[in-house]
């Protein structure tokens, strides 16, 4: 399983915020690493959802391939004066990996740790018994009250939502020309796609959220 993260469209977006991105393809690892700013002039590399490893290709063993790629890591860091370099690998045993070659675990994580996966081939009545009964019943409550979720083009309105969001629960958000640049980037004909959706309440909008879809996880 990949991750949008890694996928060339995303790679281009980054590039087109002005952020230099290296790509890296050899004995069955894959990956894009962005270059991010860090006060006093300082930088790091960041591997969003990375690096791929495909196991089953390396007949040879994993030493060397994954020598060559730490090294050729250092190297980079070393060249763009990045003081060091963070992976948030989307696979356990990637991260196992990375381990074995003296990346140590970080207290600050940007990609959220814990996620939840749903399948949506089933059917409404099947993804309700799945839930928590809590949940449940603040999905009854929301039909019940009138809650109205469309797909909008009201970005203002989002953007109020998240300041105060963000405010309220004490996290950074990017700022407001990110998510408008991300929403204009992945419209229509691309592999990754974009969509803002607005949660109504009498006529007001109370929740937002962008839907990015990549392949057949959205």
Do not use: A, C
């Given at each position: 399983m990949s991750s949008f993260l890694q996928s060339k469209n995303?790679?281009?977006?980054?590039?087109?915020?002005?952020?230099?991105?290296?790509?890296y393809e050899r004995e069955g690892i894959k990956t894009g690493v962005v270059k991010l700013p860090l006060p006093f002039k300082r930088s790091y590399l960041y591997i969003p959802h990375g690096p791929e490893i495909n196991f089953n290709s390396m007949t040879g063993g994993l030493k060397n391939p994954v020598n060559n790629f730490v090294t050729w890591l250092r190297d980079l860091a070393k060249k763009e004066k990045a003081i060091f370099v963070k992976a948030e690998p989307f696979s356990d045993n990637v991260a196992q990996t990375l381990a074995g070659h003296k990346f140590k675990k970080s207290k600050k994580e940007i990609q959220p740790s814990k996620?939840?996966?749903?399948?949506?081939?089933?059917?409404?009545?099947?993804?309700?018994?799945?839930m928590h009964h809590k949940t449940r019943y603040n999905i009854k409550v929301a039909e019940k009250n009138g809650i109205e979720v469309k797909e909008d083009e009201d970005f203002e309105s989002?953007?109020?939502?998240?300041?105060?969001?963000?405010?309220?629960?004490?996290?950074?958000?990017?700022?407001?020309?990110?998510?408008?640049?991300?929403?204009?980037?992945?419209?229509?004909?691309k592999e990754v796609t974009s969509r803002l959706n607005l949660a109504y309440y009498k006529g007001k909008p109370v929740a937002?959220?962008?839907?990015?879809?990549?392949?057949?996880?959205a």
């Open positions: 995303w790679l281009n977006f980054q590039r087109s915020l002005g952020r230099p991105v290296f790509e996620t939840v996966v749903l399948d949506l081939s089933k059917s409404e009545d099947d993804l309700l018994d799945l989002f953007w109020k939502l998240m300041k105060k969001t963000s405010k309220r629960d004490k996290f950074s958000s990017h700022p407001k020309d990110y998510y408008q640049k991300l929403l204009i980037f992945f419209r229509e004909g937002g959220l962008i839907l990015l879809t990549y392949k057949d996880t």
